[in-house]
């Protein structure tokens, strides 16, 4: 049998005249050896140089840097130069408007998606979308996406060997009342792990979209519970050289919104512009 004959039932098979043999992972930047001590390293070094620019006068940064190297899975594709900035098309001005009729009532509740309870701490998150002078901003389209309780996503590419609850898709979407208010009913999301370095976790956050009423309007975030052990050691959220900043970010407590025997609420402000603007990301960041 020759090496292009290698089945006994004459199906064909694939075969190579020089078969090539990769013994070693590739190296470089995306390969996560790295240590978090080596990552935790750099993140303190960082934070302390920026500590001692603003001390000397600099202005505090409200956003995250595009090159920060301990987000090392972000430095063969961050962005290197300006947004080109364009007059949006016609119907980009008016695009989208979504109305009541277009979002069910019951696409805020996660919980309620299956036939069956989904697996977790179940929680309510709720708050305002506000402008940069306070003010509450009505019929904002709100869609959140978030992994389950084990830390797992519903999505092709979450390799994460965590279950996939049947009872939960993680996704849901809202608009914001007349006062900016929105509410989701959910289940906590999980920390999982992920490819920056060797051992890396996020921490458990829940992803935000915001859609105003036009395409070139949305704006994506995430949100953060308090508390969270994996602050300190997280790239993506250390990104964000401000603490102020970073504590936007993340929701509190409020036993208010806490339900007897029921749920657990937080609360948590999105401000999209001024000074005290919510941090926004790139669409790709993981």
């Known amino acids: 049998?020759?090496?292009?004959?290698?089945?006994?039932?004459?199906?064909?098979?694939?075969?190579?005249d020089s078969?090539?043999?990769?013994?070693?992972?590739?190296?470089?930047?995306?390969?996560?050896?790295?240590?978090?001590?080596?990552?935790s390293a750099e993140i303190d070094s960082i934070e302390s140089q920026y500590k001692q620019e603003v001390a000397a006068g600099k202005k505090p940064e409200t956003q995250p840097r595009l090159?920060?190297?301990?987000?090392?899975?972000?430095?063969?594709?961050?962005?290197?130069k300006d947004p080109r900035h364009t007059d949006p098309e016609t119907i980009e001005l008016f695009s989208p408007a979504f109305g009541h009729r277009d979002i069910g009532t019951l696409?805020?509740?996660?919980?309620?998606?299956?036939?069956?309870?989904?697996?977790?701490?179940?929680?309510?998150?709720?708050?305002?979308v506000l402008d940069g002078d306070g003010r509450p901003v009505k019929g904002q389209l709100v869609e959140i996406w978030q992994a389950n309780s084990a830390g797992r996503y519903i999505h092709k590419r979450d390799q994460h060997p965590a279950p996939i609850?049947?009872?939960?898709?993680?996704?849901?979407?809202?608009?914001?009342?007349?006062?900016?208010?929105?509410?989701?009913?959910?289940?906590?999301?999980?920390?999982?792990?992920?490819?920056?370095?060797?051992?890396a976790w996020r921490p458990a956050h829940i992803?935000?979209?915001?859609?105003?009423?036009?395409?070139?309007?949305r704006m994506i975030t995430q949100m953060y519970f308090p508390g969270d052990p994996l602050f300190a050691l997280d790239?993506?959220?250390?990104?964000?050289?401000?603490?102020k900043a970073r504590d936007r970010l993340v929701a509190t407590?409020?036993?208010?919104?806490?339900?007897?025997?029921?749920?657990?609420?937080?609360?948590?402000?999105?401000?999209?512009?001024?000074?005290?603007?919510?941090?926004?990301?790139?669409?790709?960041?993981?």
Not at 1 to 16: K, L, R, V
Not at 257 to 286: K, Q, S
Request: glycine letters at 8%; aromatic letters at 10%.
């Open 67 to 80: 090159d920060y190297r301990p987000y090392r899975s972000s430095i063969l594709r961050h962005p290197t």
């Open 207 to 217: 992803h935000f979209s915001l859609f105003g009423s036009e395409f070139t309007q």
């Open 1 to 16: 049998m020759s090496q292009h004959q290698t089945s006994d039932t004459d199906e064909p098979t694939e075969a190579f």
């Open 235 to 243: 790239p993506i959220y250390q990104s964000i050289t401000d603490q």
């Open 165 to 199: 609850d049947p009872n939960f898709t993680g996704v849901g979407r809202t608009l914001t009342g007349p006062n900016g208010e929105y509410s989701f009913t959910t289940i906590k999301p999980g920390p999982y792990p992920w490819k920056n370095h060797h051992n």
């Open 107 to 128: 696409e805020s509740d996660l919980t309620i998606q299956a036939d069956g309870e989904p697996i977790g701490e179940r929680i309510r998150v709720t708050g305002r």
């Open 19 to 39: 078969p090539t043999v990769i013994n070693e992972a590739v190296k470089g930047p995306d390969d996560a050896a790295e240590s978090q001590a080596t990552l």
């Open 253 to 286: 407590y409020d036993h208010n919104i806490t339900e007897h025997e029921f749920l657990m609420g937080y609360n948590w402000d999105i401000v999209l512009t001024g000074a005290n603007r919510t941090w926004m990301e790139e669409e790709d960041d993981d």
